[in-house]
């Protein structure tokens, strides 16, 4: 990668798309530390940022419990998607669009965006809620005579504009820089928040904690550990050996040769670990919003919301992940139009005879990689945070940094490094030809 990374700057137009890809990271992590008039960060103390504020806040890279501009980030925005990606299986009319190109996107994005401000909205009135039970809603700028409301309304306007604004710097990423600009700011606030985190640990040990240095030695091995696991199965795939017939069409022979169709042993990514996440945090959430008293409030976060220390919720995310791994592959992996455009080119599958029996194989082998797939990603989602909290018995180290987390930042990772090398093969092939 670092192969790459000194290629790629080389190369001005990859250069400049590299240094604009920094400029708008940069000026996101600087969203996530203006604070918002009307806030005191200072109310804030660890115990309050734990369960579903603490996952918001290390996915915001510590924005939440700042009270900055970039507060709920670009959650909005994932939840829009996912639940447009959940709709377009039951519309034909999304599904329409999904087959008209440019224009379709454009649609579906538009949509995207709508959806994202009603979910911005609600979202920061839940959080807003959450700031006025912490007691960090703030009168000093407003003048002590101003009414809480006030402050209120005042400050969920500046989160929902926050959202917009982030949404707008991850399509720029997308369009003018290098990798999905989306990723890239969740990777960033992930590695914001485990830095901070880490920085900490540090402070600790060198003022002489003999406990704070074991933690972060712990820790470190762990994290070596779960990152050599997810790179080892993140590129593993199964391929498919293809054969293709001699066809003669006028003076031209075409085919005759061998190929491999590679299906990966996770294809879906982390996508159904941020779908199962923002399912099972989505009523503690509107919860929080309209009765944070409530009995149901109380009851969900006792045993189901985020941060439980119940087996029901473990469970729930194990379940909830095997769905949607199975949902996601149906999206991304369909054997029968594989199978057809095989039969199509004159294609064959030693063994297997084209049409139905192709289509049959396929979806098989889809569906034991997805299984496998799911128990990886149900095991990473669950098994290793457990284990950091068991052995380290620092939740702070734990909330910034876990094992989904670090699912993200390698998959954001590897995917990055593809783009470049992309990039890269298309200048070489460009100045091949000029």
Not at 7 to 32: D, M, P, Q, S
Not at 189 to 213: H, V, W, Y
Not at 340 to 350: A, K, L, S, V
Request: with cysteine; proline share 4%.
């Amino acid at each position: 990668m670092f192969e790459t990374l000194k290629n790629a700057f080389k190369n001005k137009e990859v250069r400049i798309k590299i240094l604009i890809t920094i400029a708008l990271l940069f000026i996101y992590r600087l969203g996530c530390w203006i604070p918002i008039p009307g806030i005191n960060p200072n109310a804030f103390t660890g115990n309050q940022t734990q369960g579903l504020l603490g996952l918001l806040n290390g996915i915001t890279g510590s924005a939440l419990q700042n009270g900055a501009l970039f507060a709920i980030g670009i959650t909005p925005y994932i939840n829009a998607s996912i639940i447009l990606q959940l709709l377009t299986v039951a519309i034909p009319r999304l599904q329409e669009w999904q087959k008209q190109g440019d224009d379709g996107r454009k649609k579906i994005t538009q949509v995207t965006r709508i959806i994202t401000i009603v979910l911005a909205l609600a979202q920061a009135i839940g959080v807003t809620v959450s700031y006025a039970r912490a007691g960090a809603l703030s009168t000093e700028v407003f003048g002590p005579m101003t009414q809480t409301w006030v402050i209120s309304i005042f400050v969920v306007i500046l989160m929902v504009m926050g959202s917009m604004l982030t949404m707008w710097i991850g399509e720029r990423i997308t369009d003018y820089g290098i990798g999905n600009g989306i990723s890239l700011l969740i990777f960033v606030g992930i590695i914001a928040s485990a830095g901070l985190a880490i920085i900490a640990k540090f402070q600790e040990a060198f003022g002489g904690s003999q406990t704070a240095i074991w933690e972060l030695l712990g820790f470190l091995i762990l994290v070596v550990a779960v990152f050599v696991l997810i790179v080892f199965v993140d590129l593993s795939e199964r391929r498919v050996p293809v054969q293709y017939a001699k066809q003669i069409k006028g003076r031209k022979q075409y085919g005759g040769q061998s190929s491999v169709i590679p299906i990966k042993l996770n294809a879906s990514g982390v996508m159904p670990i941020i779908f199962a996440t923002a399912l099972i945090t989505f009523p503690q959430m509107i919860a929080q919003l309209v009765a944070p008293e409530s009995s149901f409030y109380i009851w969900w976060s006792t045993w189901l919301g985020a941060g439980s220390k119940y087996p029901f919720y473990y469970i729930l995310v194990a379940l909830l992940i095997l769905f949607f791994s199975y949902f996601y592959a149906q999206i991304e992996f369909n054997p029968e139009d594989i199978s057809r455009n095989i039969q199509q080119y004159g294609g064959f599958i030693n063994g297997i005879r084209p049409g139905k029996p192709t289509t049959e194989y396929l979806a098989r082998i889809s569906k034991r990689l997805t299984l496998f797939g799911a128990i990886f990603l149900a095991f990473i989602a669950l098994v290793p945070s457990v284990i950091f909290a068991a052995v380290l018995g620092d939740q702070s180290l734990v909330n910034a940094f876990s094992a989904t987390g670090m699912l993200i930042v390698v998959s954001v990772a590897l995917e990055f490094n593809k783009q470049l090398q992309s990039q890269l093969m298309m200048k070489q092939y460009k100045g091949f030809l000029k």
